[in-house]
């Protein structure tokens, strides 16, 4: 069976991952690619290395139901799905990317790794933040079994967190040769960690002179620092079986992550003032977007989980959008 699927706010960074993505997916049709600043040009203008002919439509609420689609992905900025969301899920399933719902208690949050049974039976999902999922795998189990009092996460983000929209942190002359911290307590991301660790939050993020790529380096102050040698089996034990997290022997990079969807855990070193040091690489925008978005789609669609994800070709990410 072939399912037909659309992207409102297909040309942003996120969108087109997820256009790469769909367009090589055994079971999907994509039959809808909205975006009102790109309508009626190919992808390919966007983005070169795109090979498909797909074009860029703006179309309504309306316009999308007539297109007889079975799932939508909203990757559009905070505000939009509030209004749209409800109504597209009375007709086919949603995954929303932005944060309109994720602190939503009658939504279903779109973390698979500690959700999945949910997630199979939604209408909406609430694609949940890049920072947060980082965060999230690595400190979560860890939490839930009673060994962790705060969690403070230091993150580094590549700038294209920041999306197309011009911004100082994704402004190559400011990114450059250069680190940049910002946000350094109030952060949007931090209620929604706090939300599912349910501890003692603090977070600061940074955004690296790189394109994509999240590394999270944890301090986690232990309740019980006796038991910090027990915390790597913990966190072994919680993900055993699971494809799309590995937990190493050995303190994970970016490229551990980097062009995958998967989440790279190690390091789980602690020290004699009771703190655990974990890392935690990702690829902001594959499992801390449009990859976890499709592993949310898999699940809604009674795919396998790891349909058109599984053995990506890290070179294949690294594609060319032209600006302007």
Not at 58 to 86: I, K, N, Q
Not at 98 to 117: I, K, M, N, Q, T
Not at 196 to 216: A, D, K
Request: aromatic share 8%.
């Amino acid at each position: 069976m072939t399912y037909r699927i659309g992207i409102v706010g297909a040309s942003g960074y996120t969108g087109f991952e997820l256009i790469r993505l769909l367009a090589a997916h055994p079971q999907v049709e994509l039959a809808a690619l909205h975006s009102a600043s790109m309508a009626g040009r190919p992808v390919r203008d966007l983005y070169p290395d795109f090979t498909g002919d797909h074009r860029f439509a703006e179309l309504s609420v309306e316009e999308l139901d007539r297109r007889g689609l079975d799932l939508v992905f909203l990757a559009m900025p905070d505000g939009y799905a509030r209004a749209a969301a409800p109504r597209l899920a009375a007709r086919m399933r949603v995954v929303d990317l932005s944060r309109d719902f994720r602190a939503d208690a009658d939504v279903v949050y779109g973390l698979p790794e500690f959700f999945r049974e949910r997630i199979r039976g939604a209408r909406l999902v609430a694609n949940p933040g890049c920072y947060v999922t980082s965060c999230l795998l690595a400190a979560r189990p860890l939490v839930a079994a009673g060994l962790v009092r705060h969690a403070i996460f230091d993150a580094k983000s590549g700038w294209s967190g920041a999306g197309r929209t011009p911004s100082y942190t994704n402004d190559p002359k400011n990114h450059a040769g250069n680190l940049i911290p910002y946000k350094l307590t109030q952060h949007k991301h931090v209620e929604e960690i706090r939300r599912f660790l349910e501890t003692q939050v603090s977070f600061t993020p940074h955004v690296l002179p790189l394109f994509r790529g999240i590394l999270t380096t944890a301090h986690l102050l232990l309740a019980r620092p006796a038991e910090a040698a027990r915390a790597r089996a913990v966190v072994a034990a919680a993900y055993a079986g699971e494809r799309f997290v590995q937990v190493l022997d050995r303190v994970p990079e970016l490229r551990d992550s980097q062009g995958t969807n998967r989440c790279a855990l190690g390091g789980f070193e602690a020290d004699d003032t009771g703190r655990l040091v974990v890392i935690s690489t990702i690829d902001n925008l594959l499992k801390g977007a449009s990859g976890q978005a499709v592993q949310n789609m898999n699940l809604m669609l009674g795919l396998d989980e790891g349909m058109g994800l599984e053995g990506l070709d890290p070179r294949q990410a690294h594609w060319r959008v032209v600006e302007g």
